[in-house]
């Protein structure tokens, strides 16, 4: 069983702070892992690859990957209202389908 | 299209019913996907199209869920005999190649199955 582990929270952090999502998965044949966001009653919206160990960095997102210790994260710097959400992680198989962590749901208080 | 279209937007079934959910890629993007999502849980993976061919259909749970891909660009996930537990978000994505340098999800179809 090929799974992908999210704590699903809540996690609440205040305005202007660093938020911290972190992500686990079984299958060391992923190679390309993602980030997705979703807003309650939306569809998942990706804000985020990585498929090389390290950090990679666009806008205010971090994505970070470790192979060898199988994680992955995702640092929002400067945390908004606007980041409140559930965030999915997801690692991309074999077969090139996704698996989904449960996701955890973000609250960025004011 | 400019996204990923799918309709209807929401379906209410009897259980026992027969339903199709339609999807219509971003025009150009040769594969496709079809997804599930439950209440509190992440997408599940249900089936991948690459052109007109199901590449990948394993996560389909049982021969009530088939799909099809007649020219390689609209789809159509068909459930037979629905039951309560196929109530979900059914989630289409589709991209350019075979393999997810982004997948672009739909809005998605709301089943509930009463």
């Known amino acids: 069983q090929k799974e992908v582990e999210q704590n699903s929270g809540p996690l609440s952090v205040p305005e202007g702070a660093i938020a911290s999502l972190n992500c686990t998965y079984s299958d060391r044949v992923s190679q390309s892992f993602f980030w997705y966001r979703q807003y309650s009653g939306k569809s998942p919206e990706l804000i985020m690859s990585i498929y090389s160990n390290g950090d990679k960095e666009d806008g205010r997102f971090t994505a970070q990957l470790n192979k060898a210790s199988q994680y992955v994260s995702l640092l929002i710097r400067d945390s908004q209202p606007s980041d409140s959400a559930t965030y999915l992680c997801a690692a991309e198989g074999s077969a090139r389908q996704l698996t989904f962590g449960s996701g955890t749901q973000l609250t960025v208080l004011p | 299209g400019a996204g990923v279209s799918q309709t209807p937007s929401n379906k209410v079934t009897e259980k026992g019913k027969y339903v199709e959910l339609r999807c219509d890629p971003i025009s150009g993007h040769t594969a496709l996907y079809w997804y599930r999502q439950s209440l509190g849980q992440g997408p599940e993976f249900l089936i991948y199209?690459?052109?007109?061919?199901?590449?990948?259909d394993s996560g389909l749970p049982n021969d009530r869920f088939f799909a099809v891909r007649p020219e390689g660009s609209v789809s159509t996930l068909k459930i037979q005999r629905t039951e309560r537990g196929d109530s979900a978000v059914y989630l289409c994505?589709?991209?350019?190649?075979?393999?997810?340098?982004?997948?672009?999800f739909g809005s998605g179809t709301r089943l509930t199955v009463v």
């Open positions: 994505a589709s991209s350019s190649g075979p393999g997810s340098y982004g997948y672009t």
């Open positions: 199209f690459q052109g007109t061919g199901a590449a990948d």
